[in-house]
């Protein structure tokens, strides 16, 4: 018997949370077909078989929901815009929390991970989601721990979550290689030219990380220091000299205007100037780790690693 895999589509789903997880299933059952090997029966439903409009003109032509009852291999919870509407529809949740005890597996892509949530399959588990969405989930779902690094993470022994969009394409890949093997996911890999694992974690694709403005004049002066000069020393006493402040005094005062203690944002900042100089620059990362003030270029790659899930070359490779 082929495996049943059903991607759920609602109104304003992220087209390519949808699309992305069923090419790489549609792909593996070609391949496992042509080797003799049990295939998938890939299918998109929705709440009553309605169209799924994707909210940027791509409608995609879905089947009803089946009999949550029936055994099926795989559910796959997209995420996108709709995802707000999506969760506050109790047919579509009340399905999502039946279907669960009959799949073999769900996954969740990118905020997917929200209707897997609602329904209860997260609780008590880490999760992962879109990096720009993380910190309003682990608000809104205390219960879950929520991690905005990986690309995925199995949640729990049959729940599944992946990061932002594309990652569901990652999880999928991943998935077929546990069914099929190594050799059927890597044919799949290469003809959607992907990495069959993707090197680091998405922490790495986020965009420039935004820094926190305090409202204290002082504090906000040493910030647009630091950020002007990266690779200055920035010692805790030179800060707190610049603030006129003692440097207890200081410490206290910038991390609760900033949100992070001094040392943790210099090093930020730091980290942001190395990105920047990676992507722009050809310059040598020993250079830049000087310039940005890591010193080292081996501290600078510990940080990028322990920040990123990336070192430096290879952060250059894939962004410059």
Known sequence: MTRCVL???????????MVGPFDVFAGASMYA???GATGYDVRVVSVDGAAVDTGTGLALAAAPLPDPQEPVDTVVLP????TEAARRDPALIDWITAVSPNARRVVS???GSVLAAEAGLLDGCVATTHWAYAAQMAVEFPAVTVDPDPIFVRSSPR?????????GIDLALSLVEDDLGTDAAQSVARYLVMYLRRPGGQTQFAAPVWMPRARRRPIREV?????AAPGEGHSIAELARRAAM????????????VGEAPGSYVERVRTEAARRQLEETDDPVAAIAARCGFGSSETLRRNFVRRLGISPDAYRKTFA
């Open 246 to 257: 003692s440097p207890r005094h200081f410490t206290r005062v910038f991390t609760a205007e």
């Open 109 to 111: 892509v990118c905020t």
């Open 223 to 227: 910030q647009e220091r630091i950020e």
């Open 159 to 167: 729940v599944w979550t992946a990061a932002g969009v594309t990652a």
């Open 7 to 17: 991607v759920v589509g609602f109104a304003g789903v992220q087209a390519l949370d």
């Open 79 to 82: 995420g996108g815009p709709g």
């Open 33 to 35: 077909v042509a080797h």
